[in-house]
């Protein structure tokens, strides 16, 4: 539904809590740059991307795209990226991200099964770590909450912004952390991302290292408009039912043994078929 | 003049989140995300005491880039350090 509607009130005095509105867009961001990496990397079919209910249900079992409380407006900075990468495309991306994180969110997050699990407990230590300092007042614990949150907002945006920058080619995936060789126009997401403690967000970065490593080895062939979605779909459901199970990531190994059916051309194979045209 | 972080109420009772604002060709735009439906997302022109919703494609295509450009940044000017 269109809307076309009146605006009956504006609050310009809850932005001030920063917390209260550092809405949506962290976990956002994080769908933003695992969608773009799995396009990127050829699991998804550009042209059938709008299509998110099979991304969105074989991502559903990936928790750490529900682990982030806070959020940030980086994304569209991230969306503008993608722009420049994908053209409009990037922008429905955007959105379509917004989407994603949602239905992952919310089933794994209101489960008895997660909140009794150790990755939420692993995620309420995280929560104690974003908090600054200890105080003792009540004004001091609202401080002290907006700035975990704001700190959260931010290790989400880094996790975005890794993923995204791999996705996109523009950092090599085993020197993520070195963000020296980036292309100036990148500079921006570089220098909020490099500012992250990564050591702080162990469950992002971990999980999206471990499909981003898989999907990279599994890359599949790009026939037309037929990408093997079902086998990929099939295969994260199996990485998402060990970590429920295990409370663990999976190794590089068990990926690979998970997804060893697929035979697939390495990623210089698909950058050369790219070069020719061939999608 | 509605700004980024300000939280509009429809009179359908949805909330809204400012998230981006541009000016272009004298219509005032603006990028909402909904307060409770994060994946409700919504490029608007306002004018006066109405939002109208971006239908046209190109129209979209035309000022999406630049209300990325005027997103601001400064959440994190004092927004406590990681540890």
Known sequence: ?279 | MLEFGDIITLENGKKYLVAGTCKYNDKNYVYLVNTKEQTNVVLGIVENDDLQEVTDEEEFKQVMPLILDNVDMSIFDDGGENE
């Open chain 1, 1 to 279: 539904m269109v809307i076309n509607l009146k605006i009956t009130e504006v609050d310009k005095e809850t932005k001030k809590s920063k917390k209260d509105y550092i809405l949506p867009i962290a976990s956002a961001g994080i769908g933003l740059g695992l969608t773009c990496f799995l396009m990127k990397t050829g699991v998804v079919n550009y042209n059938n991307f709008i299509d998110l209910d099979t991304v969105g249900k074989a991502i559903d079992n990936i928790p750490v795209l529900n682990s982030l409380p806070g959020y940030t407006d980086m994304v569209l900075k991230m969306t503008k990226g993608v722009l420049d990468t994908v053209g409009l495309q990037g922008i429905i991306l955007a959105s379509k991200s917004l989407n994603l994180a949602k239905e992952v969110i919310q089933p794994i997050k209101d489960s008895e099964k997660f909140k009794n699990s150790k990755i939420h407990h692993v995620i309420q230590n995280v929560k104690k770590m974003g908090g600054k300092e200890e105080k003792e007042t009540e004004q001091d614990d609202k401080y002290k909450s907006s700035k975990a949150f704001l700190n959260l907002a931010k290790n989400a945006l880094g996790i975005g912004a890794r993923t995204f920058l791999i996705a996109t080619h523009q950092i090599d995936y085993n020197a993520v952390f070195d963000f020296s060789k980036l292309p100036h126009k990148f500079a921006k997401i570089a220098d909020v991302a490099k500012n992250i403690d990564m050591n702080k967000v162990l469950i992002g970065i971990d999980t999206v290292k471990s499909v981003g490593s898989f999907v990279k080895g599994r890359i599949s062939e790009k026939k037309e408009g037929n990408i093997p979605l079902v086998n990929f779909k099939g295969i994260l459901h199996n990485i998402g039912e060990s970590m429920k199970n295990t409370a663990k990531f999976p190794t590089i190994k068990t990926l690979q043994s998970i997804g060893k059916e697929m035979e697939a051309p390495s990623i210089e194979m698909e950058a050369s078929a790219r070069n020719k045209g061939e999608r």
